[in-house]
């Protein structure tokens, strides 16, 4: 079965930085789009980022543009989140996902950002942000 493991969340004060992992198994990885959302307290599950399945393309969203960077590592299997001039509203669980469908572009195709191109989810990793 397809495994998605979210690591390396954790406490960091306000301007701390933070990278997240996510260790992904039984499936070909280097086919597949990833992204990462996160769902704060009382708050619905939110859009972060997306990489293509090469890594030469990503999005982001606005609220994280220049403090976030989304990497992976196509012999690791594994996917990152850089994490950088962390804040309070950036308190949530992290979660991991796969997309839907096996990528059919180029090198440099842009990724979806859509929520229901990424129905596939890990357990979640908690970062809370907070002095």
């Known amino acids: 079965q397809v495994l998605l493991q979210e690591y390396e969340g954790g406490l960091v004060q306000p301007g701390g930085s933070l990278r997240l992992s996510c260790v992904v198994s039984?499936?070909?990885?280097?086919?597949?789009?990833m992204a990462w959302f996160r769902q704060g307290p009382l708050k619905e599950r939110e859009f972060v980022t997306s990489?293509?399945?090469?890594?030469?393309?990503?999005i982001y969203a606005d609220s994280v543009k220049g403090r976030f960077t989304v990497s992976r590592d196509n012999r690791k299997s594994t996917l990152y989140l850089q994490m950088s001039d962390l804040k309070p509203e950036d308190t949530a669980v992290y979660f991991c996902?796969?997309?839907?469908?096996?990528?059919?572009?180029?090198?440099?195709?842009?990724?979806?950002?859509?929520?229901?191109?990424?129905?596939?989810w890990g357990q979640g990793t908690q970062v809370t942000v907070s002095s």
């Open positions: 039984g499936l070909p990885f280097r086919r597949y789009d």
């Open positions: 990489i293509n399945w090469s890594g030469g393309n990503y």
């Open positions: 996902a796969y997309a839907r469908r096996e990528a059919s572009g180029d090198y440099y195709t842009v990724p979806s950002r859509l929520t229901r191109d990424f129905g596939t």
